[in-house]
């Protein structure tokens, strides 16, 4: 089956900085890599996604890249600010599969 | 902005009880999941369900699990006899298609606690 794997566990950055969430990913069938934010108490809200047929999306300071050759896959965000902190979870699927495959979250801080 | 609602919000109950844990998914949605999430851990998929049945199941989602939709609206995951490591946090998702043109909307969660 999928396996995903993200790093880091733990990111702090100061407000500003850029922050960046590395995934990697085994099953060379998924195509649909969805990135959620999870605030605490709260479920996953997907943020951003792509899909295998691009190699990178952008929405305002979000931004994710893919490289389907190395099976890998990012996520961008600029001018980070405190209401960025949360634990952000990458994901992967497959075409017309109900299953999403989750990364073990990433615990992003940023400093004011 | 259409929502999935989850209850109850927590539950404790004792080992070996029978829990049952609701979600009213998006109303014109088609797919409905639940994932699980120990605290401080990744979130795994435990099942997903489509046209009245289940279409996909983990090796969570042994016996002890069941789901149903028993009215249209609702969509319940039921744990039969409950164990201490049942105890996580329960989301349930809904999605308008499925794979990588189904944006998945997840509710708030349900906090089961089992002693």
């Known amino acids: 089956g999928e396996n995903v794997e993200q790093h880091p566990s733990t990111l702090s950055v100061q407000e500003g900085d850029s922050a960046v969430i590395k995934c990697t990913y085994s099953d060379s069938a998924s195509n649909y890599f969805p990135w959620y934010k999870q605030e605490l108490g709260k479920g996953p809200q997907l943020i951003i996604d792509?899909?295998?047929?691009?190699g990178e999306k952008k929405d305002q300071r979000i931004a994710v890249t893919l490289n389907k050759t190395a099976k890998h896959f990012s996520l961008h965000i600029t001018e980070t600010q405190p209401e960025d902190s949360a634990v952000y979870f990458c994901?992967?699927?497959?075409?017309?599969?109900?299953?999403?495959?989750f990364g073990d979250g990433t615990t992003l801080t940023v400093k004011p | 902005e259409p929502e999935v609602t989850q209850t109850p919000s927590h539950q404790v109950t004792q080992m070996g009880q029978e829990v049952i844990l609701r979600c009213v998914p998006i109303s014109n949605h088609l797919y409905f999941y639940w994932y699980r999430q120990i605290l401080g851990q990744k979130v795994e998929f435990l099942v997903s369900f489509y046209n009245n049945e289940i279409s996909e199941k983990s090796e969570i989602f042994d016996d002890q699990f069941s789901v149903e939709r028993p009215d249209g609206s609702n969509f319940t995951l039921k744990i039969r006899s409950t164990k201490l490591e049942d105890s996580a946090m329960y989301f349930c998702?809904?999605?308008?298609?499925?794979?990588?043109?189904?944006?998945?909307?997840f509710g708030e969660g349900s906090r089961l606690t089992v002693l």
């Open positions: 792509i899909r295998s047929n691009v």
């Open positions: 994901a992967a699927s497959r075409a017309n599969a109900g299953k999403s495959t």
């Open positions: 998702a809904s999605s308008l298609e499925q794979g990588n043109t189904g944006e998945l909307f």
